[in-house]
């Protein structure tokens, strides 16, 4: 049973930086595509990151996706907050290498992580 269970969030000023970790349980990252996505409040989900497809035009030079294969975890560091940031914020995971930044691509979710970004 796939889990993916997301940490990190919480409530900064503009400017600056939080850490998200999504720890995958059932689902091996190294070999597979997990990614984020985030859902401002009113809007519809929209990606973030994923590894291969790259970033989204919003966060492009301020985001940055990684894994640590050993802990089977994925990170998203984000620098440089705004208050357009602001969202729920969701790792997603998907059998296989093709990682498009469409969420309905994915097949698994957590929970998600609320970030707020004040300015």
């Known amino acids: 049973q796939v889990q993916l269970v997301e940490s990190g969030g919480g409530s900064v000023q503009s400017g600056g930086s939080l850490r998200l970790s999504c720890a995958a349980s059932?689902?091996?990252?190294?070999?597979?595509?997990i990614g984020w996505f985030r859902q401002p409040p009113g809007k519809e989900r929209e990606a973030v990151a994923t590894?291969?497809?790259g970033y989204a035009d919003s966060v492009k030079g301020r985001f940055t996706i990684s894994q640590d294969n050993a802990k089977n975890t994925v990170y998203l560091q984000m620098n440089s907050l705004k208050p357009d940031d602001t969202a729920m914020y969701y790792c997603?995971?998907?059998?296989?290498?093709?990682?498009?930044?469409?969420?309905?691509?994915?097949?698994?979710w957590g929970q998600g992580t609320q970030v707020t970004v004040s300015s």
């Open positions: 059932g689902y091996t990252v190294s070999t597979n595509c």
């Open positions: 997603a995971a998907r059998y296989g290498f093709d990682c498009p930044l469409d969420p309905r691509a994915y097949n698994y």
């Open positions: 590894f291969y497809a």
